[in-house]
């Protein structure tokens, strides 16, 4: 290790966490040195023997270059693997591949884009979908002999589906990729014995079937990146290799978010504990109830469904935290610039005419849309939520002709934009704004 680098006393605890377990999932906040603490695990599991080879998987090629600085930095004399785009096209995959299998590398950093290129041996994938098409089948026929005032039909007809898209992606064994797979060096003869994924929370879609489908908060989306993710790890994990999952939100939105991570790292306890299907588990550590929330077209309330706290805590605590290493802000007491006033400043914008027509006008397309009156092509719900988004930020986002609000949203931000900008000349201050819709992009982007 470089004399100029030294861990600081949570990073040498996270690598000890890592050092004795096969999978950990570091919940550490952001700034806390993640990247480092990474590297260095990897680092001394190759030293100790534990580990062979050890790849990472960064979210874009801009971060690739941020750890391979990083690990240089840590240790000058690392063997690092950190292929360009060329390296990972089509035409030069097959290259690269032999290169990973065959050299002894000390780190190899592949992108979160390029990281599903990486092709699965058909044998492995159709032995994991055969396993949760098995899982599936086992829980519909649960579901059809348990308490029928409990069970829909549309959750029956949801656990259908899920099995009708699995036994899908098992009959498409001359898919491209699976053509790939046998023509080149799959990932199980790469070598590695050891997975670090960073900012894991973009790998949480991994679609989890349920009855619950009129709970708000559900992972109903299926995201293919995330079931490849899946095969990956357990693939890993089942070879007795390790893996590391890096985020500093495991849980952004949704109670649902703590399953999908224990899925990904701890299958086999919920397995033992007969957790592992999720409506089991949200039978034991999740609550939910209803509440009177604003319709999505603005025009009224209704009463909703969603996930609300965890129950039974203590012991989801004590299963979660064989993999979980959480560190806090507040912990840490990491070094952090003062907010002005204290905290955030909340700026009140009133509701202009404008803004209230096309309010009342989104009312009366979601009422249309409801009644079946107007075409899915012509009108949609999520055009109307789409609009409704512009039209709250500005009305001019939905009729150009509308006139500017001088009490708008926009035109207070203007107003104090331009109100620091002078009070700060003598200092010369630096504003950061950020907007999370309709952001202008410049002409060199």
């Known amino acids: 290790m470089s004399r100029s680098f030294e861990p600081r006393q949570h990073q040498r605890d996270g690598v000890w966490r890592i050092l004795q377990n096969r999978a950990t999932l570091l919940g550490h906040c952001v700034g806390s040195g993640k990247t480092a603490l990474s590297i260095i695990a990897a680092h001394e599991l190759k030293r100790l023997g534990f580990a062979r080879k050890t790849l990472a998987a960064v979210p874009n090629h801009l971060l690739v270059n941020q750890w391979q600085r990083e690990a240089l930095r840590i240790y ?16 030069q995959r097959g290259e690269l591949m032999s290169r990973i299998a065959t050299r002894d590398w000390d780190l190899i950093l592949v992108p979160h884009s390029s990281f599903t290129l990486l092709p699965v041996r058909h044998a492995t994938s159709a032995c994991f979908i055969e396993r949760e098409l098995g899982q599936l089948r086992a829980y519909l026929e649960e579901l059809e002999d348990g308490d029928k005032d409990d069970v829909t039909r549309r959750s029956v007809k949801e656990i259908e589906r899920a099995i009708r898209r699995l036994e899908t992606k098992l009959l498409n064994a001359s898919s491209e990729k699976a053509r790939d797979s046998e023509a080149t060096i799959c990932w199980e003869e790469l070598g590695v014995d050891m997975l670090l994924v960073d900012e894991a929370h973009y790998f949480k879609n991994l679609y989890c079937p349920t009855k619950m489908t009129r709970v708000s908060g559900m992972p109903n989306s299926e995201s293919q990146r995330a079931f490849d993710m899946f095969m990956k790890v357990r693939s890993v994990l089942e070879s007795r290799g390790r893996v590391v999952f890096a985020t500093g939100t495991p849980i952004s939105n949704s109670i649902a978010e703590c399953f999908v991570m224990m899925k990904y790292l701890q299958l086999e ?60 802000a507040e912990q840490l007491q990491l070094p952090r610039p003062r907010i002005y006033g204290g905290g955030p400043q909340i700026i009140k914008s009133p509701k202009s005419p404008a803004l209230d027509r096309i309010i009342k006008s989104l009312a009366v397309r979601a009422e249309r849309i409801a009644e079946r009156k107007v075409s899915p092509d012509k009108d949609s719900m999520l055009l109307i939520t789409t609009e409704g988004r512009k039209a709250a930020l500005d009305p001019r986002l939905v009729g150009p002709t509308v006139p500017a609000d001088p009490g708008g949203k926009i035109s207070r931000i203007v107003e104090n934009l331009v109100r620091y900008y002078h009070g700060s000349q003598n200092t010369l201050g630096v504003q950061a704004v950020f907007i999370d819709t309709n952001c202008p992009r410049s002409e060199a982007a």
């Open 269 to 328: 306890t919920l397995e033992e504990l007969g957790l592992a299907h999720f409506d089991a588990w949200a039978q034991m550590f999740a609550d939910t109830n209803q509440s009177i929330e604003m319709k999505p077209d603005g025009s009224g309330f209704r009463v909703h469904t969603r996930f609300a706290r965890f129950t039974n805590l203590p012991e989801l605590a004590a299963i979660w935290r064989q993999v979980l290493d959480v560190k806090t």
């Open 76 to 91: 000058p004399e690392l063997r690092i693997l950190a292929p360009g785009k060329a390296e990972l096209s089509r035409a």
